[in-house]
């Protein structure tokens, strides 16, 4: 298989658009991607695109090919990806593998949710297609309620605080306030969190990612084309993805997601690296308690100090491994298609230097990692500024 | 990129299932196609599944990962493809490219549709998300009615006529009558389908395809693999895809589907073919009118000349180019993600010379094509006998 490398990338603001569509929001971040990477339509050869349900948020299938046809890219072939809120993840994935396969030389990869044109009530129940619906959702369960019995075990197993959750959110906003593109930019305290209304104990408002409109896209390109044209390439050093089953009831165990340490696991050798090489990672903190197991099962922590060392400030911009500089799902918001493509914009500035007030210091290799539902899907992918 | 091969292929019976929902439905599919390439779990390495809205017609998303789920395929990637009821077409596409790649020895690609848990009114706005939904179904337009807007103009430039759209849905009931896995096994005549009632004029009943609940599965294996192991192959000549606008009012002609002639003559060109090597096609006939502009599209008849074709017996099981053995969307059913992948086990039935008493004499070459909407996506793909 070939290299391929992130060559461009762009976002549309994540917020509630009234004003605008599913295409008006593919468009500015598709747009901006393109320019970005300083190509021409005729360079793309293929269109790809994750989101969760544009059905059911808008009643429009068929979005791929939507984008397509949007963006004045017809008759290239245009493939939609679905996978809760791992959409993206998966779709760049499925996208790296036609690159490296030789099949495309560039690729533009795009991700979008427009969420805020029906009621709360309506978008719960649409969410909730991410878990095994007849044995979940069907049952009364929710998305918070989900992850409010994996943190309930987690402080159960390991003495995981609630004030310990909190601090992932506190973290995610300082990270969002310094983000253009971000949701929320207000500062927060572990105060304000504590206090916050409860959705589904232990885990209340502001343990909780928005709902949020919102759109990203990056191009791909193979190896072979960055060498023939001027490109400011960001390598994709290991693309691995696993699932799990959708139900929590069949899981051997509630304080860790296995499909994230599956795709950990073979993404880290493919990269023949190991955590410790990690400079940012963007991480799928759908919840606070999401955050805190997704850094513990990518091997950044032990399994049970995850809550101990975000409290720590062992996470923040200026530690050793800065999670979410973006400000996470938590603070940039959370449009479910869209939020595996964000992550890489995320670590694509991050790794050339171009993250303005958020940017890490000498950020060699970044991580980004996307979840669909409660762990039903991961993928794993890990970026290296040099083409090792 | 490596030679691919079809080895194994299923079917749940096509019809309206009150007992079964998704999961039993992909099963059974799934489990027939795993014994008939006869390879066991452990030698899967990934998973590719089609469906249109699952999420419409049953909440639920995700759709790949509960595959793998049901089926015990947890961890493996789980990747759910969707391209409206080119679902199936595309899903086996990004299958075909993983192993292609070289990334893969041996996936299982899937398509379902569980349609008939819903009202008829609520299946037809969820099938309208095909279409460019903000331009089309929003201001009143159904699928049989775009569709019988380009049956209009092909009759008004062409003089084709209803009796000769009548005779692809005859010929179809025919061949379907002789398949287990159809639902409608009943014989029509040009008179029954004149006198059946409308839908959208020109358009009657029997011009239609019906609502199905229904799935499909087929493995795909490498040549590597297929060297080291019994397999029974059907080889993979060419795939290719292509996209055209949503909106028909967007299009230069009503009377062609663009993206089915780009696909076709990528297909061509990369199977080194031409459409007079072809054995046996299965076409996308969701309207009768759409299989006339399939084989005036894919190079079959000249553009006009398909409707006069069928009705000459052109296209029957005993012609030179027998068009949909299986009944076609019109006989054997079309329950939308799964038709992409159902053509293909039509079409490895064929080669292998196991199609029973459809089987078509000395079938070397097959095609399978399939839409989405009306024509913004299309996937042509090319299977050979022989690993030429």
């Known amino acids: 298989m070939r290299k391929v490398a992130v060559i461009g990338g762009g976002l549309s ?103 805020t044109d029906v009621t709360i009530e309506e978008a719960t129940t649409i969410l909730g297609g991410a878990s095994d619906y007849e044995w979940e959702v069907f049952h009364g369960a929710t998305f918070p309620g989900i992850y409010a019995m994996m943190a309930k075990r987690h402080m159960y197993d390991f003495g995981t605080t609630e004030e310990q959750l909190a601090a992932a959110a506190v973290k995610n906003h300082e990270n969002g306030s310094k983000n253009p593109y971000a949701q929320f930019k207000n500062k927060i305290t572990i105060d304000d969190v504590m206090k916050s209304a409860p959705v589904a104990l232990p885990l209340k408002l502001l343990d909780c990612s928005p709902i949020t409109d919102g759109a990203a896209a990056v191009l791909l390109a193979s190896e072979d084309f960055i060498k023939k044209n001027k490109c400011n390439p960001v390598w994709i050093a290991a693309s691995a993805q696993a699932s799990d089953t959708l139900s929590l009831h069949d899981r051997k165990s509630l304080t860790e997601i296995n499909s994230t340490k599956v795709a950990a696991r ?80 995320e670590i694509m500035w991050q790794l050339r230097n171009q993250a303005g007030e958020r940017q890490v210091k000498n950020a060699n290799y970044g991580l980004a990692h996307n979840v669909g539902g409660s762990g039903g899907t991961c993928t794993v992918h890990i970026f290296s500024r040099d083409n090792k």
Chains 1, 2 share one sequence.
């Open 13 to 115: 603001k994540f917020g509630e658009h009234w004003d605008k569509g599913l295409k008006e929001l593919i468009a500015e971040a598709g747009v901006q991607a393109i320019q970005d990477a300083g190509v021409v339509g005729k360079d793309i050869q293929a269109v790809y695109g994750g989101t969760m349900s544009a059905g059911g948020f808008s009643k429009q299938e068929h979005i791929a090919a939507l984008i397509a046809d949007h963006m004045g890219l017809n008759p290239l072939p245009a493939v939609r990806v679905e996978a809760a809120c791992a959409s993206g993840g998966v779709a760049l994935r499925q996208a790296y593998i036609s690159v490296a396969s030789g099949l495309h030389d560039v690729v533009i990869v795009g991700g979008v949710e427009k969420m």
């Open 266 to 345: 073979d993404a880290f050798t493919q990269a023949r690296l190991t955590p410790k090489d990690i400079n940012v990672a963007e991480v799928h903190d759908c919840f606070t308690i999401a955050e805190i197991m997704a850094i513990e099962d990518l091997g950044f922590f032990k399994k049970g100090e995850g809550g101990k060392a975000t409290a720590n400030g062992e996470t923040t911009l200026n530690s050793k491994l800065p999670v979410n500089t973006s400000g996470g799902l938590k603070a940039c918001g959370h449009p479910v298609g869209a939020t595996g493509i964000k992550q890489v914009t």
